[in-house]
């Protein structure tokens, strides 16, 4: 059993930092009105190394279009909001820990799942987070900023603006969701300049990326949203988590189906040297709207879910994503496309078909199911319904 100490450092007092220095952070932004990159430290670790979580759609850095939930936490876009009818905790705490024994155990705390008890031996990982606006730019630019923050966080430096407290890791791990999977791709995709000191050979990047339910092919919502790709029938009863999908603004506009197969057609995504580990969001019973079948801690984002997969043309029978492109979320598996997955002859690099998750797109980014079904432990996660418990066990 870990001690009291270490358990009120690991998950208690590390959690209430990160508050702290989320909105002493937010202050200082607010002064410059600006809309840069931010690179913010979440917790440390005791030895596990370190790992870099990449938002999706969405501005949480301040300005037009900005959400407070994020601009005002950095931890803000992965938790599983109580806001949301969550139960407070966030995907980065098992994201972040590795079970490293059998007999290990870790659990939601009496107090609530925002301090998370761990029993036998555990591997750490300290946190970062990058915040970028992903409204009122294009996705390519947007990752021309997360790579310039991420080669500041590699070389400790601050050209980019994004950290100013001059952190320097020179190798880490990167996970990221929706959009931040696109942005990743772009980056692994053009190791000799976007990705430059990051994704090549000796690049700072190490390990297998991460991409929670990524749109590696465009999205589904912002294709409806601009009435192309065959998808319409766009309503404004959205996910309160994914309202950025509503409006259009730069962003959506390069998030189209059609525009990231053309920046695939065009040799700037899916040509990854490196292997991706990919989080498929095909769909499966109790994706969308489970409250009915399969009830959990986050009813709000549950039931509008459910709400825009009617408006984007599918069903609402519990059986798809509602905000990607179902199978063009794992556009191709492997270069020999033998492990599942909708092949697409763009994608030339390495995309392994990691976990297929039923997982809706709110799940894929904060784990709303691990309370009820279980963290990882040594002999296992819980993918098709937490695959953040995998990324902590696996791809740590």
Known sequence: MISAPALLWKLGVRHLIASVVALGMTVLGSQAAQAGPKLDYI????????????????????????DARCTNDARGYWLN???????????????????????????????????????????????????YDGVNQTMANAANDVANCLRD???????????PNLYQRTTFRVVAHSEGGAILDRILSLPGSVGAGLSSTGGAIVGNPVTLAGALAGSRAASALYGVDGASNFCTTLVSWLAGWAFKDTGNATLTRGAMIGEANNGRAGKSARWVYKVTTSGGSGSVNNNSSNAIAESVNDSKMGMLVGCVGYSTDDDTDGVV????????SNTAGSNGGKYRSQWTGYYWHWVASWANHSHNRNDAYVKKYGFQNFSGCYGNYSPGTCVGQYAM
């Open 43 to 66: 917790w440390g670790g005791n030895g596990g190394g370190t790992t870099v979580f990449i938002h999706g759609h969405g501005n949480c850095v301040g300005g037009a279009g900005s």
């Open 325 to 332: 492109w179902n199978y063009d979320s794992d556009p191709t």
């Open 153 to 163: 966080f590699k070389n400790g430096t601050n050209t980019s603006g994004c950290n």
């Open 81 to 131: 909001s109580t806001d949301d009818g969550g139960d407070g905790h966030d995907l980065m705490g098992e994201a972040t820990s590795k079970c490293t024994a059998s007999g290990c155990a870790m659990s939601c705390s009496t107090s609530g799942c925002g301090t998370l008890n761990y029993t036998g031996s555990w591997s750490w990982a300290e946190a970062f987070t990058i915040r």
